[in-house]
């Protein structure tokens, strides 16, 4: 079967090459997904009898409450492409990433299931992108309903791992936490967004591109799979863990502003039973890998 995977260049996408080094990955230098009919001409082309879609405008808290209006526009333009075009060009399987950011702000339990989405809306924080995301799953059912389409799609928890985007500026937490201890000194301050509270699932990036093949070939279900370790850590705890292991001795101080959703912890219980026996990296683990990686390449 050919794949083509949108989003090829991006952090899940460099990460997938290492395990299906077989499919062929899209970058945005290669077709603009903002166009649908670049994107309709490149798959009559091609003729992919699946596509992985990934692609989409990403980042941290702070770039999310400073890029509202991007972060929309742009990934309901993408997501609506893709899936629109997938069906004109006469693309019979594809897989599109969600995210646990389009579930709702306050669940009513926890660990949420895949039957929560729609429980009320997304985190002011990340709204746009939430919602994107939750737009994407309704085109997708309305697809497979219409039109009798193998079109699925899962839901990661907080991603982190080797060649993230590590500019603490517009990075997601564990990117952004790596690099500014990194560049501290024993003894400095190191000051963090929010109180240190929320809880975070972190997915070790290689661990969701050992998944990707298996979902592609077992999850033709309709539901919103979620990828998620059960490892419920705090943002606190998580700053704490990494001080050993990049040999820090420094003052963790909370700035108190933009906590962000206090929990967002799913429940991995359906894609166990898609994909029995899947083992997840601890944080602490996969904690090391990245810095690893992170020093190796400075």
Known sequence: MSVLVTGGSGFVGKRL?????????LSSKDVNLLSFYDVWDFLRENKPDAVIHLAGRVGGIKDNAEHPAEFFHQNVMMNTNVVH???????????????????????????????????GPPAVTNLPYGISKRALYVQILSYRKQYKLKYSCFSPSNLYGPEDN??????????????????????????????????????????????????LEKHEGMEAVIVAPEENLSIKEMVELALPIMDKNVKIKFNQDLDGQFRKDGDNSLFNSIIPGFKFTSFEEGLKKTYEWYKNKR
């Open 17 to 25: 090459q290492k395990v299906r080094p077989d499919w062929t990955y």
């Open 85 to 119: 075009a997938c069906y004109k060009a006469g693309v019979k399987r594809l897989l599109a990433s969600l995210s646990t950011c389009s579930f709702p702000d306050t669940a009513p339990y926890y660990p949420f299931t895949e039957e929560n989405i729609f429980d």
């Open 166 to 215: 590590f500019d603490s500026e517009s990075s997601h937490f564990v990117p952004a936490m790596i690099s500014k201890l990194h560049r501290a000194n024993d003894g400095d301050e190191v000051m963090f967004w929010g109180t240190g509270e929320p809880k975070r699932q972190q997915l070790y990036v290689d661990d969701l591109c050992e998944a990707i093949p298996r979902l």
